[in-house]
């Protein structure tokens, strides 16, 4: 059987695309990996003991947030006014914000933000938080995470006498509250403390799945595969064809 140049540039394309397909193929393994060890840290963290949040845990979260980051946390103190309203959110289908309120604990001045929950809004923006409040003494239960630094400030847009954000920042959050805010901010959680102000619903952490990476890798195997097999095909007719 002749072997044409256009046949041979062919026949290493289909061959380069099947190795492409087989490289990410194994880079969604690897993804799936790292996936199930987050999952089984986030599990391991969440197993051990709630941390208050008094004078000392500030400082240690200060000094390394990361360490603390998905571990349970029971925190009390006084909201302090002065929401901060986290636009774009949906919750069951309908569209409404979150708001997220600066605890003040302890004697020493700490602040840590406490995402309370979402909240029904039809612009996914205007909201009455002050229809929410929790005032007096606060029992907050939690999951901790991390406070983002952005590079827009949060996406902080204003209208109808109130500014709202994408997402939160931190830097921007400690010019605004005027007071130190610790790295890690409180995922309030609906199964503890008490419930809500009617109208605000807590928001349970997403659900520590394994994602589609091992159906993307089956996937790009099976296109590889499906390459080779039309390749083998390929050069079996013309071999076949040019046969006397």
């Not at 069951?92 to 979150?98: D, K």
């Not at 700490?110 to 229809?131: H, K, Q, Y």
């Not at 008490?194 to 996937?219: C, D, F, M, T």
Request: a positive charge; aromatic letters at 6%.
């Amino acid at each position: 059987m002749k072997v044409t140049v256009r046949g041979a540039l062919a026949a290493g394309f289909i061959l380069g695309m099947c190795a492409l397909c087989v490289r990410l193929g194994f880079w969604q393994l690897d993804r799936l990996q790292q996936r199930r060890e987050g999952n089984a840290a986030l599990a391991s963290r969440m197993r051990l003991p709630p941390v208050g949040v008094d004078a000392e845990t500030a400082d240690s979260i200060r000094r390394d947030p990361a360490a603390f980051v998905n571990r349970r946390v029971r925190a009390s103190g006084v909201y302090l006014p002065g929401d901060v309203v986290l636009r774009g959110r949906a919750h069951e289908g309908r569209p409404g914000v979150h708001l997220v309120t600066p605890l003040a604990v302890g004697a020493g001045g700490e602040v840590i933000l406490v995402n309370r929950g979402w909240v029904l809004s039809p612009d996914a923006v205007t909201v009455d938080a002050a229809r929410h409040a929790e005032p007096g003494e606060r029992a907050v239960e939690g999951i901790l995470q991390q406070v983002p630094v952005t590079r827009d400030g949060g996406a902080p847009s204003s209208g109808g006498g109130r500014t709202t954000y994408r997402r939160l920042d931190l830097p921007t959050l400690r010019r605004t509250i005027g007071r130190p805010v610790l790295p890690l901010y409180v995922q309030q959680l609906p199964e503890a403390g008490p419930a809500p102000p009617a109208g605000l619903v807590r928001i349970p952490l997403p659900s520590p799945g394994e994602g589609p990476h091992l159906g993307y890798a089956i996937q790009w195997f099976s296109f590889a595969a499906i390459g080779i097999v039309g390749l083998a095909i390929l050069v079996f007719r013309r071999r076949d064809a040019a046969a006397p």
